[in-house]
């Protein structure tokens, strides 16, 4: 397992959401990102929560946070645990009076969470190495703010060329 931190939310050229993971112990020149397609809604709650933004109302992560506080739940971590046929699974680890309990959930709704609660993301080795993309968002030495132009660039460019079903087994 590699622990990974949400680098953004970015669209395809289909204006589908892809939800970017990238480790957060790796050379990002040389590192990889973990691409996963998510719905629309989700993309909004992840980024409501990485931005530390309010909505006028809970979402439906915002809930699941406010239930596990008023269980004494809480999140330790979320992994990515495996890819089937082109479908993300997560499981969510919670610490509960009764134990430790594993939770089956989309990896959207994981990260969600604990991008809400401050839980640790983590990312089975099988996965990235099967859907891992190199990370074209940071080049050269990180001085030059050029160099991050030209790499968003070129990850957009890749975006815009890849297709969900590349990732399909």
Known sequence: MVEARVAGVA????GQHVLLLA?????PRTGKMLPIWIGA????????????A?????????????????SGASVERVE?????????YAEITL??????RTVDARPSDAVALASR???????????MEEAGVPDLTVDGDGDDPDDTEISVDEFTRFLNEVDPDDFRG
């Open 95 to 100: 610490v509960t009076e009764l134990g430790i």
């Open 54 to 70: 309010s909505a006028p109302r809970p979402l439906a992560h915002d809930l699941m946070r406010s239930l596990l506080d008023s």
């Open 23 to 27: 480790p957060i112990a790796q050379d």
């Open 11 to 14: 669209l395809d050229e289909s």
């Open 41 to 52: 809604l989700e993309a909004t709650s992840i980024l409501v929560a990485i931005e530390g």
């Open 80 to 88: 990515i645990t495996r890819i089937d046929d082109g479908t993300y």
């Open 117 to 127: 609660v401050g839980a640790t993301i983590w990312i089975a080795d099988a996965v």
